[in-house]
């Protein structure tokens, strides 16, 4: 509802500046979109098909050349990009690991030194999360791959459950925040921006996200103390680091190799799936049966995802044929605010969009209309990316249409109301957003790094 009431609220501006002779304005466009988009988000409509329908109507309703006449070249575009690639293999890496079983040895090797901290167990569940985000790329599959995981070490223990789920949540919500991400790959296709660059600028966010995950659980802990385990001896500690070699190895390989410079995103991608396959074989667990699995998976996933990307493109190049993004950029970098009030106000605009609209499908239908603007406002490309994937993040964990949230849900070995997860989660997407301000406050928290190593 509130991001009903912020498009009206645009809409109204709009139709303000028109009749009180200001910078014209597409009002009837602006109108049609958002009348069109809640009609058909309201009927449960698939987003890809939500996506495509617009793009038509819009063509037949406002531009003069026939939509049919351009749609091919506009989806060839993205079809035949060579970043894009790198998804369905980021992918497809993430499910042999998953079927391989190395989440569950990389579970259980944190586990073994983090149990002693106030708060235990949950301090696994944050930094296993975060190491498998940084060799899966994928909120949702790293959700469900260390829930999966993490889920049966809660049974029947004095642990809150929901602050289990929420720390699942959360952790899960650094899958695409923690490089390879998949959502910087989509916003540089979408901006021409490097993704290289963007994964450098997304390290020193994602070491602050998950501080003041670790914070959040630091201060449960100390509030609500459970009896501790015994104390391990060294050399147990040390031989379950070597459970942590196969997911640092291959983290090494693929970040490695696109920091170092001997691999785009796209190549170290495919190597990550070589490496992935390498220590399944090494498991003894490289089937005929668990790469069918894997690869249908992969391919049911790149499937629903490219629908999206075909029905954003069309859409996006309808509208600026029809000169909504460059209007409204126009429009708003003139309005008499200070550069940080009107990109508040952007910001605020995707918090209200993710609590009802899926982070990966927002990034694509908005950023083409935003991106102008920012730019225009004088901010850096690549921290506004960096900004809009914790943005997404945030949704994906944002009651009540988080996808992060009811896979989980969906994982609970005892059934539970939705609303353990969305209790749970609260202070640790109060800990997300506080790190939006301080990114906000303080943007070479993103730009430092890109800039010493380039």
Not at 220 to 233: D, F, K, S, V
Not at 269 to 297: I, K, P, W, Y
Not at 361 to 374: D, E, G, H, L, R
Not at 396 to 415: E, F, H, I, K, N
Request: with cysteine.
């Amino acid at each position: 509802m509130i991001a009903v009431v912020l498009l009206l609220v645009l809409l109204g501006v709009a139709v303000f500046a028109a009749a009180t002779g200001g910078q014209a304005v597409p009002v009837v466009e602006i109108l049609a979109l958002t009348g069109a988009f809640l009609v058909f988000f309201g009927a449960g409509v698939y987003i890809a098909a939500v996506l495509g329908l617009l793009g038509i109507l819009i063509g037949l309703t406002f531009s003069d050349r026939p939509w049919w006449a351009f749609a091919g070249q506009t989806l060839w575009g993205p079809s035949s990009n060579f970043v894009l690639v790198a998804v369905p293999l980021f992918l497809l890496m993430g499910e042999i690991l998953l079927r391989a079983g190395l989440s569950d040895r990389l579970y259980r090797a944190l586990n073994v030194w983090l149990n002693r901290l106030p708060g235990g167990l949950l301090h696994t569940n944050i930094a296993s999360c975060a190491v498998f985000s940084a060799i899966s790329g994928s909120s949702v599959a790293t959700a469900a791959t260390m829930g999966s995981v993490a889920l049966p070490y809660f049974n029947n223990s004095a642990y809150s459950q929901r602050m289990v789920l929420g720390s699942l949540a959360a952790g899960g919500a650094l899958g695409n925040l923690i490089p390879p991400g998949i959502t910087f790959i989509i916003y540089g296709l979408i901006t021409e921006t490097s993704v290289g660059a963007l994964y450098i600028a997304a390290l020193l966010p994602s070491i602050l996200v998950t501080g003041l995950f670790i914070l959040v659980i630091l201060a449960h802990g100390l509030t609500h103390p459970l009896p501790r385990p015994e104390r391990l001896p060294l050399a147990v500690k040390l031989r379950a680091l070597l459970d942590l070699v196969p997911t640092l190895l291959l983290m090494a390989l693929v970040l490695g190799s696109i920091y170092a410079g001997f691999a785009t995103p796209t190549e170290a991608a495919a190597l990550g799936v070589v490496g992935a396959a390498f220590f399944a074989a090494a498991e003894g667990r490289l089937t005929l049966r668990l790469l069918n699995a894997s690869a249908e998976a992969t391919a049911r996933n790149t499937a629903l995802l490219g629908l999206i990307i075909f029905g954003a493109y069309l859409l996006n190049y309808l509208l600026t044929a029809i000169n909504v993004p460059q209007t409204l950029a126009g429009f708003i970098g003139g309005l008499p605010l200070p550069p940080w009030a009107i990109m508040a106000c952007i910001l605020a605009l995707y918090l209200a969009l993710g609590t009802f609209m899926e982070g990966f499908s927002m990034i694509i239908t908005t950023v083409p209309v935003v991106f102008p603007i920012v730019t225009a406002l004088g901010y850096d490309p690549i921290w506004f990316g960096v900004m809009v994937t914790m943005l997404v993040e945030i949704a994906q964990v944002s009651p009540p249409d988080g996808t992060v949230m009811y896979v989980l849900q969906g994982m609970r070995p005892r059934a539970g109301p939705i609303t353990d997860v969305f209790v749970g989660v609260v202070p640790f997407l109060a800990a997300y957003l506080l790190a939006v301000v301080l990114m906000m406050i303080w943007p070479e928290i993103a730009l430092w790094l890109p800039r010493v190593m380039g």
